[in-house]
């Protein structure tokens, strides 16, 4: 058929008026059998037919070869033509060797190179997400530099290729066996190819009978729509391929001149002879061709419409890409000779603008115009030229092997065009992927090929010795991803932890004291409001029901009102260490603490000085008669004031230097972070300290003193007694506060601050009570 293209297109421009008017076309054919010594003698006939040609003949022989198709017979061939400035045009030649001008300089195509339709393969492989393949290539100079190419273009694009099966015709039945049981078991799903159909048949039939079914085939456009692999194998072994093959075009009343071949139209052509028995299986007697092994004879009058596969083949459109660039070829050696013909001197393209002449016209001359064609192909709107390496622009379509039923209940395939593709394009593939067939159990699912399945969220990968290969490792502890195949885990923010899958943060688990924990209730509710209500009431209520008895007289009754006061401050200071800790209870627990005790603390010390000045004989009677320790109310009150102002001034200047707040630290426990208030400004923090642990010792000094003096109760001695026990606790609690952790130690401080309180109040105040309810008759 590719022959028959040719003399189509001679026809055709011999019959127009408007290219090469007065010049007729006529062909001369050249059998390879696909063989590089057929290849090499008849590249030397051309050069021999051409070099014989006297000069004057104006009927020339030859003037350009068109094919072959092969890139290994097309580089024999032009390593020939080449030395003798002889246009070569192949439609079926894509090495993309052929396109260095240095070696190969008469050398056009009417297909693009290699170069780009690896390319095409690699951005339609991305377009899949297929990063792990396979190759197989041609033994030849097709399938090598091809398939060199495509893997140049995989690594930079990220795609793997790590196996690659080099077959050719002369490989041992055992090789090829081989080849296709590596095939067979390597991991990948998609092969790519780079090779002729004659090379893979060998290699199709091992596939074949291994039962090699479940790859998807990238084929080159040397076998994209090959009769020769469709007929015999396709249905068994490569349904469901993608075939890469170049953009044909409309040859209007092409398929009619195919309809009307017969040995009469073109006799004595040993290639019809051949073609016509084959197809029609019969012998073409002498009268219509010559002598044939078959025993029913032809009659030149065979139908092909009825013949068929051989005739299906023939004028179907399986490889009607090539018969199209051949078409091309025509009207590119025509173009050009007609651009001779009309040429204007001084504006051609030999020196000084010189034209050659049609009478006259040497093969490099034709060489010079076959490079600056410029033309519309018939019946199309676009310009086909080639660039300065003899190459036309590349445009593919994509067709999908779409197996089907024919009438005869057989298994056929229908390539159906899916894509297309374009160097000139953004973006180079368009593509109907609902229209590609995939040969697997669910026809709409793409079949996956990569080295190894995705690492899902919460996982990161490791890579391994090949770029396609990685390992999934779970994220550490704390940290996550949200993506698929992350390349690392991110760590959460310290006050979030990763979920139990890894795929996200999640806030820590607060360790506090919560108002609705069994310490929080028990404690804050049951300890601190009983004793302070109960009992705390009830002392009151005492004291004023019998403020008027000599006990109630003789213990002060304003300083001990202002003691009540001053405890039930403590009492409540360990409400603001229970629930979530914020700035404003950082700030009011530390305060409320301070200035409580050191109310407490002062009314007990204006308290021992109003017993000691009151009996002790080394005090100067004029200072105890200035001061009046025993009788003025005013100058004991206004004591307390100005000793706790002290520390009203300390604890302001801690609130606005550096106060106190919230802070967050992370737990022994991975799951969990400690929220606590954090001291602020540590010197102000030990000078309030300080101040009160300084009055809480001057005021056990002075009860120490005064315990023996005969006052009707003794207080001073529970006064020295609770002071005793207030530093006890004080003293316990510093080892039991720095030996455990933050939410332990809130709740050791205030335990802490009950026990303190409790103390003072207990040996204080129960002496009294006792002597109030179970002695009355001591209250005189």
């Known amino acids: 058929r590719w022959m028959q293209a ?53 009927l020339r022989c030859i003037s350009a070869l068109i094919g072959p198709t092969a890139s290994d ?31 190969f300089s008469s050398f056009l195509r009417t297909i693009p190179n290699d ?38 273009e ?35 799903t998609v092969f790519v190819t780079f090779i002729s159909a004659t090379h893979l048949v060998p290699l199709a039939r091992h596939l074949r009978d291994q039962n090699v079914t479940d790859k998807v085939w990238i084929a080159s ?8 692999v469709l007929f015999i194998f396709a249905a068994d072994v490569f ?45 073409c007697p002498p009268s219509i061709c010559q002598l044939s092994e078959h025993d029913n004879n032809c009659t030149g009058k065979e139908d092909f419409t009825d013949s068929g596969t051989a005739s299906s083949a023939y004028l179907g459109w399986t490889d009607l890409e090539k018969s199209y660039n051949v078409y091309l070829a025509v009207y590119v050696v025509a173009s050009a000779l007609h651009n001779i013909s009309t040429c204007v001197e001084g504006e051609g393209l030999l020196k000084d603008g010189g034209c050659p002449s049609l009478n006259n016209l040497t093969t490099w001359q034709l060489l010079a115009y076959i490079k600056e064609v410029n033309f519309y192909p018939p019946g199309h709107d676009y310009q086909f030229n080639f660039n300065e390496n003899g190459d036309p622009n590349a445009s593919y379509k994509l067709v999908s092997w779409v197996p089907q039923l024919n009438a005869q209940g057989d298994v056929t395939i229908a390539f159906v065009h899916v894509g297309n593709y374009s160097c000139m394009a953004k973006p180079k593939w368009s593509m109907n992927d609902s229209a590609i067939y995939w040969r697997s159990e669910n026809k709409e699912v793409i079949p996956e090929s990569v080295c190894n399945g995705d690492c899902p969220p919460g996982y990161y990968t490791i890579q391994l010795q090949s770029a396609c290969c990685f390992k999934c490792v779970e994220c550490p502890t704390g940290e996550y991803s949200t993506s698929t195949n992350s390349p690392i885990c991110l760590a959460c923010n310290r006050t979030f932890r990763a979920d139990d899958n890894r795929t996200g943060c999640i806030p820590k688990y607060e360790e506090y004291i919560r108002w609705g924990d069994a310490f929080g209730i028990t404690f804050s509710f049951l300890l601190c409001m009983w004793s302070w209500s109960v009992f705390y009431f009830y002392l009151i209520c005492s004291f004023i029901k019998m403020r008027g008895t000599p006990l109630v007289k003789a213990t002060n009754r304003e300083l001990s009102f202002l003691l009540f006061f001053s405890v039930a401050c403590c009492f409540l200071t360990p409400l603001l260490y229970v629930g979530k800790p914020q700035d404003w209870n950082c700030k ?27 009996f002790e004989a080394r005090i100067p009677v004029t200072y105890k008669k200035v001061c009046c320790w025993h009788h003025c109310l005013h100058v004991q009150v ?16 801690w609130l606005v230097v550096e106060p106190p707040n919230v802070v967050v630290t992370e737990s022994k426990v991975g799951t969990a972070v400690v929220v606590e208030c954090n001291v602020g400004n540590v010197v102000i923090m030990g000078f309030v300290y300080g101040y009160l642990c300084l009055l809480a010792l001057t005021a056990f000094v002075f009860a120490f003193r005064a315990r023996k003096l005969p006052e009707n109760f003794n207080e001073a001695k529970f006064i020295t007694f609770s002071m005793l026990i207030f530093f006890i606790v004080w003293l316990s609690f510093i080892p039991a506060y720095l030996s455990t952790n933050s939410t332990n130690s809130t709740a050791v401080s205030c335990i802490a601050i009950l026990a303190s309180t409790f103390s003072l109040l207990a040996c204080i105040f129960f002496p009294k009570l006792y002597v109030l309810y179970v002695t009355p008759q001591r209250n005189t």
């Open 6 to 58: 040719m003399i189509f297109a001679i026809q055709e421009v011999n019959n127009r008026t408007d290219l090469l008017p007065n010049v007729t076309l006529g062909w001369e054919l050249f059998d390879t059998c696909n063989t590089h010594a057929r290849a090499v003698t008849q590249a030397l006939n051309v050069v021999d037919s051409i070099n014989k040609q006297p000069k004057s003949m104006k």
């Open 73 to 103: 017979k097309s580089i024999i061939v032009s390593n020939i033509l080449s030395v003798f400035d002889i246009p070569q045009i192949s439609y079926g030649a894509t090495s993309r060797l052929l396109s260095d001008k240095n070696v």
């Open 115 to 152: 170069d780009e339709q690896a390319t095409a393969m690699v951005d339609l492989l991305l377009h899949h997400n297929w990063t792990w393949v396979g190759a197989v290539a041609g033994d030849d100079d097709y399938g090598r530099p091809g398939i060199s190419r495509f893997k140049e």
């Open 154 to 188: 995989a690594a930079k694009r990220g795609i793997c290729v790590e196996y690659t099966a080099y077959v050719s015709e002369s490989m041992s039945p055992d090789l090829l066996y081989q080849t296709a049981h590596e095939i067979k078991n390597y991991n990948a």
């Open 221 to 228: 456009e040397a076998w994209a729509t090959s009769d020769s």
């Open 239 to 283: 349904s469901g391929t993608l075939g890469i093959a170049t953009r044909g075009g409309d040859m209007p009343g092409f398929r009619s001149f195919l309809e009307g071949v017969s040995p009469s139209t073109q006799p004595g052509s040993p290639f019809m002879k051949e073609f016509w028995e084959k197809t029609f299986q019969c012998s």
């Open 588 to 614: 009011g627990r530390t305060v409320s603490f301070s200035l409580s005790f050191t109310f407490c603390i002062a009314a007990i010390l204006v308290k021992t000085l109003r017993v000691l000045t009151a």
């Open 638 to 653: 206004f004591v307390v004031m100005v000793v706790s102002l002290v520390q009203v001034v300390l604890s302001v200047a």
